[in-house]
């Protein structure tokens, strides 16, 4: 708990810096008899690996997940799943000179301040390279509450800067390298990310997850609400600023009668709630959405101070993402699959798996 | 750990139901040799108070907290705090029609799917009123903070529906009911709030709050982040859909010139990051917003359905705000005071209370 | 977690001084719809309640409980339960004169260097008077294991200082204010007691645990272990110095022919487990033993020092249990409940409540 | 905190079985700036590592550490620490008879009825394998006592089966294959050892460990008192079936006169405390012990059953240590430094590392 792990009952821990020799998670309070594979949890890894498309950071890394426990003839056993990705092409070298700098929007400084001391090369272990780890473990989440449960937990960007994603199909959503389901947005991206790699500069994206097939009652009020747990989780990736759920900020302006989903025989009216009333699941999908702030790491150069106080100019090489965006979902549907998987954990704890004779206006 | 405890190393377990006989809390891990009285817990409480203007709901509760435990010639013992307030005025009755029906936008559906069972007096655990216990252990958090560390937590309503505040003066928030720092907008939200009232409808608010003097170096990457358990915590108050931290939403469509914050000796040039950077606070403002949504208990006829399918029509008696965001700062401050608490305790674990020789621009 | 919570699913959480206003916990995690009441809870605490035979303390408490929440028509409802006790029969004067010394064996010495500061009357928060609410949280585990799970847990004094019971009868132990279940023992008991009372001396004792109908398949390798968070539970009672399981530190003479329990279809061949393997429960009834050491509080004065470092002569006033072993059957019984009754629900989360079709030698 | 997790502040998660592709671990939580080596960390696996002497099992395991992440420039950087052991001499071969079998004493029969499944080579999860990277972990929080701290732990055995070490010299423990503290005993075990083993049999022992050094003040009541904690962590290392605090279960025929130990500003006058009082440290040596059953894999045959619930006669064949209790001291020590460790930075976060001005008796 000292800030590595997350959840209660299934948890992840990580660990690993960006230019370590590897990195590695601990999946615990996986149920057994799960079909799990390296394959599996690569194909999970795949969608985020870095140097897929030239709207990505330029850094190869096979990102080669081995499972090294938990898993025997082909299963889960319930015991802990060790993982580990060898790093294979660090560039160390390009982070000599920002040793003792402190790049802007960078945690360069806040390390330092509260560890005295930082791995440098390559953001260490503020990198979002560590969320290769959150996604290998919720490779395995997914893959439980897919088959378990019919749950599925999917996401999209649905904003690129100033760019919205108009249309929708999930279809398209893995046909472009920004998970756009508009197709029609994609070359407007893609011009947009041009310009801005020319210009050196980076910028923000909005990205949307959804969980379909939950079932009403996940959720522990009242602190450990389903949402607030989302929310700790969501915000615990790298460069994310905000988070809503349903409406969100949109509730703001709303008024009750506008933003109460009403309930017939048949199913909710509407989703503002984003499937979440009280903290717990309504039945209906879970809905959230986050804001990625622009990627820190820019080639033009910004004010900051070095270590003993003096004022200098930050050029950061290295090899970056322009938009730290465009990789983030699958990071986000694995945060939400983790947290699903808690949950539903937890829940059958206490209830033992009971379904109450409550109509379910949201399995017909 | 079973959902309604927050915390690590100074932490708030609450229980009570709205019109159950109390409800009460335990702050456990609070520092010894803090002076505190009732009287301090008491003034936050009478902040949150109900029926404190024609705006909040008539229920009139004294809500008069007891110290029970942790408190030994008017200080901090080190031991658990326990803490109760009785409920005096239930009027449990005017719940009565609504015990077999969900009321739209409630609890009342998700609550029945996880237990198969529910408190509906006045919404049973998942009322508002629970949050008084988390204001009184609040209370001793922000003492403690303001006190030992020079730390100080504040909120204010930043929007009430459609009308924003856009002056600011923090002398302003303690003179109105809304808790506004714009004085100029105030005489036009008490209008809104009347017609509202008049047409039985409620409306959404977004609250802001603020923590200054925060040393740099709280939080614990990766997942204890400290901007993750601030998400966490917020959304964990009840009607709460949508948590910023800093330029939050803004920074989709931020470059990365725009939203890097630059640093100069003299300081930090801005504050995108909202005084967190990699999870760890830098030392400039904590800033965070949260969209609260409208309240659902409306006297406008709903569609639902009652515990048998049925269809209904539900109108909510009983007394409620017609916005919860109104009362709800005094609420987010001690969300907020609570977790810079938890963390401070866990940092200073950590790394012994060392200050290391980094120049600290935010401390001039 | 700060120290006074137990537990994952099914917490308990206590506050409370042997002379304060009141004493109370937090029960977070009962499933709904056990039926229970504070009759029900009150029925152990008067088991544990002082001044009931003249071989305990003569403090007069009635040790009334009263339910504050997740309660609702006389059924829990899922959310946490809160309870309290008041304190009637302080004699704090009693304390004045031990304010500024640090009486052996106790936890004066030991709390002034922690915090600084302690609530002297009485122990303050280290008195066993905080028992009493492990007792009312467990008289609801108890419950609960034994109406849904078939479950009893039920305990019994082994050895009062040199005094062995050796015949055993379970129907014994509620007839004699010792709780030993060798009837021929107990006027030898009684005899002791009379002679050390006289004496104005102490005496230690150990108690014997025993929980029948467990099914197989509790606990959580490799940490929290079933027998593991016994151990920790027992030993988290006061004045408690050891703790057993099975065969214990008979064991360490053990050759593995004898102490191995072989299995048959009919059952295992012998108990020296102890009802568990590798941590997890086999069926057999899970049997513990724990070593109590005398009362410190005693007459006859000790050499200690003062909070200044002079040398002092101690004599504890007050009303004292001379052999605290004789009360805690009942807080034994409850600390097993409460780890059972959590690693039931912690179980049932990870497995679904999925009974394997593997043989149990233990049901037949 | 799925059961494979230690500590709060800082923690230790394990994984691995017994003949899978390796062991791993993650240290979260370790202060920033320990200087820490792989060799560090060898010197003490290699004293628990099989094969080393003809009373341990034959297994030839290198038990190299590698250090994956969390050490930077020969430091440790404040963040979590990976570390893995490869497996490379499994015979997994020899465990296919028992594949569908119990063997009685193991934890074959409790995991199948937990999981329904169980990777049977080696014992799998149950392994005391597992126990290496306990020992990996236990040896950075022992450098990080000793060096920040001045905190020494250390163990010995003090019984083999039926011998008693009776003189005591430190300087002996690191002489013999036995951690035995009394020279002349040796002789006597080694003969004990090879008459054993002609036998086919096993046999228990008694494993004493002392934390030299401790401040007065770590520990939190009531539930993770510092006795408690201690308690749980040793119970959890495979085979443990008692845990004894100072007197242990001397003190049940103990009076309280003779119990107490009584202080004098020169300090304590005897240490039945075994260094905790109320759960808290008292600045004397902590002392434990602890037994180990003898080891359940035997060459003599043993009853039991099949999956299939047919009576069978099982022998095991593998190599294994006939007295688990040989290698177990260094796994003692670790478990205790892990928790002190834990304990120092817990109250250091509670109290900011003050001392308070109260007479240290036990620091002259």
Request: proline residues 5%; charged residues 25%.
């Given at each position: 708990?000292?800030?590595?792990?997350?959840?209660?009952?299934?948890?992840?821990?990580?660990?690993?810096?960006?230019?370590?020799?590897?990195l590695g998670c601990i999946v615990d309070g996986c149920p057994p008899g799960l079909v799990?594979?390296?394959?599996?949890?690569?194909?999970?890894?795949?969608?985020?690996?870095?140097?897929?498309?030239?709207?990505?950071?330029?850094?190869?890394?096979?990102?080669?997940?081995?499972?090294?426990s938990g898993v025997f003839e082909g299963k889960t056993t319930g015991t802990p799943i060790?993982?580990?990705?060898?790093?294979?092409?660090?560039?160390?070298?390009?982070?000599?000179?920002?040793?003792?700098?402190?790049?802007?929007?960078?945690?360069?400084?806040?390390?330092?301040?509260?560890?005295?001391?930082?791995?440098?090369?390559?953001?260490?272990?503020?990198?979002?390279?560590?969320?290769?780890?959150?996604?290998?473990?919720?490779?395995?989440?997914?893959?439980?509450?897919?088959?378990?449960?019919?749950?599925?937990?999917?996401?999209?960007?649905?904003?690129?800067?100033?760019?919205?994603?108009?249309?929708?199909?999930?279809?398209?959503?893995?046909?472009?390298?920004?998970?756009?389901?508009?197709?029609?947005?994609?070359?407007?991206?893609?011009?947009?990310?041009?310009?801005?790699?020319?210009?050196?500069?980076?910028?923000?994206?909005?990205?949307?997850?959804?969980?379909?097939?939950?079932?009403?009652?996940?959720?522990?009020?009242?602190?450990?609400?389903?949402?607030?747990?989302?929310?700790?989780?969501?915000?615990?990736?790298?460069?994310?600023?905000?988070?809503?759920?349903?409406?969100?900020?949109?509730?703001?302006?709303?008024?009750?009668?506008?933003?109460?989903?009403?309930?017939?025989?048949?199913?909710?009216?509407?989703?503002?709630?984003?499937?979440?009333?009280?903290?717990?699941?309504?039945?209906?999908?879970?809905?959230?959405?986050?804001?990625?702030?622009?990627?820190?790491?820019?080639?033009?150069?910004?004010?900051?101070?070095?270590?003993?106080?003096?004022?200098?100019?930050?050029?950061?090489?290295?090899?970056?993402?322009?938009?730290?965006?465009?990789?983030?979902?699958?990071?986000?549907?694995?945060?939400?699959?983790?947290?699903?998987?808690?949950?539903?954990?937890?829940?059958?704890?206490?209830?033992?798996?009971?379904?109450?004779?409550?109509?379910?206006?949201?399995?017909?």
């Amino acid at each position: 708990m000292s800030g590595n792990t997350l959840g209660k009952l299934f948890t992840v821990t990580t660990f690993g810096e960006s230019h370590g020799l590897a990195l590695g998670c601990i999946v615990d309070g996986c149920p057994p008899g799960l079909v799990i594979s390296e394959e599996d949890i690569q194909s999970e890894l795949d969608r985020r690996k870095p140097g897929t498309s030239r709207y990505t950071t330029q850094r190869r890394e096979a990102d080669q997940v081995k499972i090294l426990s938990g898993v025997f003839e082909g299963k889960t056993t319930g015991t802990p799943i060790g993982m580990v990705i060898e790093n294979t092409d660090q560039r160390s070298k390009d982070y000599g000179n920002i040793k003792d700098q402190f790049r802007p929007a960078h945690a360069d400084y806040t390390y330092m301040h509260k560890y005295g001391t930082r791995d440098y090369r390559g953001g260490g272990r503020s990198s979002a390279r560590e969320t290769a780890m959150r996604v290998a473990a919720g490779a395995i989440a997914k893959k439980y509450l897919r088959e378990q449960w019919g749950i599925v937990v999917r996401g999209f960007l649905s904003q690129l800067g100033p760019i919205k994603a108009e249309a929708f199909d999930w279809a398209q959503v893995a046909e472009n390298p920004f998970f756009c389901p508009d197709a029609v947005k994609v070359p407007e991206m893609e011009a947009y990310m041009q310009a801005l790699n020319k210009e050196g500069n980076s910028i923000g994206a909005r990205i949307n997850v959804v969980a379909e097939g939950v079932p009403p009652g996940l959720g522990e009020p009242v602190f450990d609400r389903l949402d607030a747990d989302l929310a700790h989780a969501l915000m615990s990736i790298n460069a994310v600023k905000g988070v809503e759920i349903g409406a969100g900020f949109e509730s703001v302006i709303q008024k009750g009668t506008e933003h109460r989903d009403e309930l017939t025989p048949d199913g909710f009216l509407s989703n503002n709630a984003g499937g979440i009333l009280g903290g717990i699941s309504s039945g209906q999908p879970i809905t959230a959405s986050i804001a990625l702030k622009p990627t820190s790491s820019l080639h033009l150069p910004g004010r900051s101070i070095d270590v003993h106080g003096n004022e200098v100019e930050v050029v950061t090489k290295g090899r970056h993402d322009p938009c730290v965006g465009i990789r983030a979902t699958p990071i986000a549907e694995a945060m939400m699959a983790i947290v699903l998987m808690d949950h539903l954990l937890r829940h059958r704890g206490q209830n033992g798996g009971v379904q109450h004779s409550i109509p379910d206006i949201t399995r017909r």
